[in-house]
């Protein structure tokens, strides 16, 4: 492509999750004829990561040239308590990165107003005449009416520079006997040794002998994977009594636990979308099922033309009670188990997913909180901070 400026009505810079969630609603609503940019460094043909959300049927984003995978129970255990919870009508649904990039790339094929373009972007900046440039390593620069981001930079506005994080490390692996419950996610399994840190394992099952096992820390640290990998390798032999496997998937990331805008939209016509948009819960980082509400949120606007709810915007008590969370895993990391584990003590599956996804009523929170122990949330309370 020649290194001159090209119009479009839409550029989305980074196409990963939220990116392509985002072309799959516009392609399905009354936007599909829009002339669209998009632009990402990876051509999205690994299996790089894994998503995770719950509902009752699996949305209509879900893959569907791939085996459907979902769980009826979860557990969440410290020690010798395991406290299990059917989820009722809901399911706890899993997709592979893989199978998510292949069915959207297949579905812009159909769609010649549709361009993709693999460099990195060097720049974002709103014009006067209310046009957006974005300059690329590779290809020259790009005009549009409207950009949508979710790629971070060096201007990208992190307020606290210590923000805490959900860094985590997973292994798919295959052992040799038996030893996971088919029909049972286990969200948290708290990690006893660690005091100074809030830290877990997720095990996701897929067969009686095949899972995928992650390590889970809220640190402001860096990842140590090393590590990390050790205690996955620990957990495999000496909690699930495996001294042979076979890895056949890794993953990592870090997830911002914080209720501080990473970004500041520079101008209106420049929207942050994902992560960067603030779509990961910052209590748990699930951020799936919120991607997906926050893309049909601007696609509506943007079809009805009303310029509302563009940016992703939570209700205040979400926030509120996150801080009380995040304050607490910063201040008193070891008594974070005990918040969870009397959530899960006292609430049904799935009043506590419904709570989780921000989709309770205030009365539905009130009479899940009024469960719960006090004393710890009095205490983040009287040293409260937001995070």
Not at 355 to 373: G, P, V, Y
Request: proline share 3%; glycine share 4%.
């Amino acid at each position: 492509m020649s290194k001159h400026l090209l119009t479009y009505d839409y550029i989305i810079t980074g196409f990963g999750c939220a990116g392509m969630s985002l072309v799959y609603h516009l392609l399905n609503s009354q936007l599909r004829d829009k002339k669209i940019l998009i632009i990402d460094i990876s051509d999205k043909k690994t299996n790089d990561r894994t998503w995770c959300y719950w509902a009752e049927t699996p949305l209509d984003i879900h893959p569907k040239n791939s085996p459907l995978t979902f769980w009826k129970n979860i557990v969440i255990s410290q020690g010798e308590k395991k406290l299990k919870k059917d989820l009722g009508k809901l399911n706890y649904y899993h997709i592979r990165s893989s199978d998510f990039y292949r069915e959207i790339l297949a579905k812009i094929k159909n769609f010649t107003n549709i361009h993709f373009i693999q460099d990195s972007v060097q720049t974002i900046e709103s014009s006067p005449n209310n046009s957006v440039t974005v300059s690329t390593k590779n290809h020259g620069s790009f005009y549009a009416e409207m950009v949508f981001n979710s790629v971070p930079d060096s201007s990208t506005n992190l307020r606290h520079h210590k923000i805490l994080k959900q860094v985590f490390l997973g292994w798919k692996v295959k052992t040799k006997k038996a030893c996971f419950e088919v029909d049972t996610a286990i969200m948290m399994d708290f990690d006893q040794k660690k005091t100074s840190k809030t830290a877990f394992f997720y095990v996701l099952p897929f067969k009686e002998n095949e899972a995928l096992i992650e390590y889970t820390e809220f640190t402001t640290d860096q990842m140590d994977r090393s590590f990390m990998e050790s205690k996955i390798n620990h957990f495999i032999r000496n909690q699930l009594g495996q001294d042979r496997y076979e890895i056949t998937f890794r993953e990592e990331g870090s997830i911002p636990m914080t209720t501080y805008s990473l970004t500041e939209a520079p101008a209106f016509n420049i929207i942050p979308i994902g992560t960067l948009a603030g779509c990961s819960k910052p209590s748990t980082g699930f951020t799936f099922h919120n991607i997906q509400k926050h893309c049909q949120l601007i696609v509506n606007s943007l079809a009805t033309a009303e310029g509302k709810a563009l940016i992703w915007k939570r209700k205040w008590q979400y926030n509120f009670y996150d801080n009380i969370l995040l304050n607490i895993a910063k201040k008193w990391p070891k008594k974070l188990p005990e918040v969870f584990i009397n959530l899960f003590e006292s609430n049904t599956g799935p009043d506590i997913l419904r709570f989780l996804n921000e989709e309770s009523s205030f009365l539905d929170d009130i009479k899940l909180l009024s469960r719960l122990q006090f004393s710890i949330f009095i205490k983040s309370l009287l040293h409260y901070e937001k995070h």
